[in-house]
């Protein structure tokens, strides 16, 4: 059967994070709440699905180690910026997931869940720089990025605890363009709001501003009670034509994940002015009745295009939103009533492959099918059957395709295969290798051009020894982990990380050894960083130890770095955790 093959980026980071395993929190409401979501009663529509987050930061590189919170559930994104919640309750009406680093602005996603699938949701975090201040006593103006400004008057700052402060007040703030479709990904929740009669609406964002104040010693401040702060904002040119007199001003609550209507901004020379009475995000929205949208994305053979960002606008202004499809191919939303509207999806690489006008739509409405061409996906085709030393079909195999930085794993059960995947606009060749999991065999590698249809007929998977790969046996279950990312000394101190990430398979680990060198690492001489296998329901504790762990040859770069370990480890995974006795080997090329 023909699967579209999922892509994701493998980027080098220090191997220092690790993926905590979910559990319970308590949640807490924050100090301001405004009265109108006090009054709000959120829709709940109960489905079972999961969610795949990537989290990254304003260059696009992924941000290890961030907080992730669903509820009363937590976890932490990997060394590539992802994370998951596996077969969890969410909510189809607007489920929210949160996401906190220290030095970034809090970043957050509010997303339509579908049922029975795997959502996905991308949030890119802001760095928080305090770097401008005045003297609280004084007051004093702060310059935004975009020729924006904060204005705040004498004596009208508090601390926490809501008394007045004198002294240094550090501020950290930025501008969010409106014209920018990075502000889909970098801003709170998602463009959906409660107004003032605790109504629920969908927004047209004109500008968001986003600040923190602090002391100098590092205390969170804020605006005194009874006192009010000026934000002035840019209207980008493409957007002053279609710009009103006045819009509804919003604040974005983290509690509730929900943007709520407490005020009013005026234009003046292209600027958005407004007093504000408290800081965190400011938004200024037009506000319209909200109706629910559906679409599923297919290629022109009908497989379901998983992953694609898919943007509604409104026709000649501002941004409305975007979701990404799941694995079905399925994006569901929430879009503004009677409005003409513009339907955008994006590719992998980020280049727009589709646009449509749609709507005026009055009521809830499901778009059906949408085919994108193959033509405009850059779509590559591959066929073929893996086979061993006799001829005969690879009964457990695995193909994997590489190009520009990414790869796409094709597993096989004896039977040819066929997958269809979208390369980038520039891609020009693809290398492809046929792997033995159960005799740690592979091929020699095979570049092809991208594009069209292509016959790689048989594969041979003969008499080449597997070199990145990490075999471990969990209570007499084995599991082969191919290919590994790389074992790369580590940079800091003296040890060696060994990695493997499929967001396919939700398998991960980074396992250290405190070395770079052979050598007997038994005991405190080995940790595991992380260790999940959703597949296999294994997951071992951050910093366990194998009973035994020897390396048997430590190469040069581009060699391998070969080991065997052992031990007694408690998997999380089953709850209560239960011991597991574990085992296992490695061949790894050296990364550095």
């Known amino acids: 059967m023909k699967k579209f093959g999922i892509l994701f980026l493998l980027i080098a980071l220090a191997f220092s994070a690790c993926r905590k395993d979910v559990d319970q929190v308590t949640t807490e409401e924050t100090p301001y709440v405004p009265e109108i979501l ?53 909510n189809a009406r607007g489920t929210l997931v949160q996401v906190e680093k220290e030095g970034y602005f809090p970043g957050s996603r509010r997303f339509m869940a579908v049922e029975d699938a795997e959502n996905r949701v991308k949030i890119e975090l802001m760095e928080k720089v305090f770097s401008e201040s005045f003297e609280s006593q004084d007051g004093g103006i702060v310059d935004l990025n975009g020729g924006g400004s904060i204005t705040f008057s004498p004596n009208s700052i508090q601390k926490a605890d809501g008394t007045p402060y004198t002294g240094l007040v550090k501020v950290a703030a930025k501008w969010l363009d409106p014209s920018d479709i990075r502000t889909l990904d970098r801003m709170p929740g998602n463009l959906q709001g409660v107004n003032g009669l605790s109504e629920e609406v969908v927004m047209a964002t004109y500008g968001m501003i986003v600040a923190e104040l602090e002391s100098e010693d590092g205390q969170k401040l804020n605006i005194l009670k009874g006192e009010t702060a000026t934000i002035k904002t840019p209207v980008p040119a493409s957007l002053l034509a279609s710009a009103p007199a006045e819009i509804p ?28 009475t408290h800081f965190s995000y400011w938004n200024h929205d037009f506000k319209d009745p909200l109706i629910e949208f559906t679409a599923t994305i297919v290629d022109e053979n009908g497989t379901p295009l998983e992953n694609y960002k898919v943007v509604i606008r409104q026709t000649g202004s501002s941004l409305y939103g975007y979701g990404h499809t799941c694995d079905r191919g399925i994006i569901s939303g929430l879009i503004p009533q009677n409005y ?25 409405v499901d778009m059906g099918i949408i085919t994108i061409p193959s033509s405009v996906l850059n779509a590559t085709t591959l066929t073929g059957v893996l086979v061993d030393c006799d001829g005969d079909p690879i009964q457990n195999g695995l193909v994997v395709f590489n190009f520009d930085g990414q790869t796409v794993y094709e597993y096989t059960n004896g ?50 020894q597997l070199q990145n790969y990490l075999s471990l046996t969990v209570d007499g279950v084995t599991q082969l982990y191919v290919p590994l990312y790389e074992a790369s000394p580590d940079t800091v101190g003296t040890g060696t990380s060994i990695q493997f990430y499929s967001g396919q398979q939700e398998q991960f680990f980074d396992i250290v050894f405190n070395g770079q060198t052979i050598g007997d690492y038994s005991g405190t001489g080995n940790q595991i960083n992380y260790f999940g296998d959703y597949v296999n329901n294994w997951s071992f504790f951050y910093g366990s130890n194998f009973l035994n762990f020897t390396v048997t040859e430590y190469g040069n770069t581009g060699e391998a770095i070969k080991g065997t370990f052992s031990g007694p480890l408690s998997n999380s995974a089953i709850q209560p955790p239960q011991t597991v006795n574990v085992s296992g080997h490695f061949s790894v090329i050296r990364g550095f």
Do not use: R
């Open 249 to 276: 001003l919003w604040s974005y609550n983290e509690t509730y994940g929900m943007w709520a209507e407490e005020g009013v901004s005026k234009l003046q020379n292209g600027f958005y002015v407004a007093e504000v």
């Open 38 to 90: 006090k009054k709000w009663e959120q829709k709940i529509v109960n489905v079972n699905g999961s969610l795949t987050g990537f989290v990254s930061n304003e260059l696009g590189y992924p941000v290890a180690g961030a907080d992730v919170k669903l509820g009363s559930l937590t976890t932490t994104t990997d060394d590539y910026g992802h994370f998951f919640f596996k077969n969890i309750q969410l």
């Open 415 to 464: 039977e040819p295969f066929e997958v269809l995947f979208s390369t980038c606009n520039n891609t020009n060749d693809i290398e492809i290798v046929g792997i033995d999991l159960d005799a740690a065999l592979q091929s020699d590698p095979i570049v092809q051009i991208a594009g069209g249809t292509i016959d790689l007929g048989d594969i041979s998977v003969c008499d080449v």
């Open 340 to 364: 003409n509207l513009i339907m955008e999806i994006f590719g992998v690489c980020g280049e727009l492959l589709y646009s449509q006008a749609i709507g005026p739509f009055q009521d809830n």
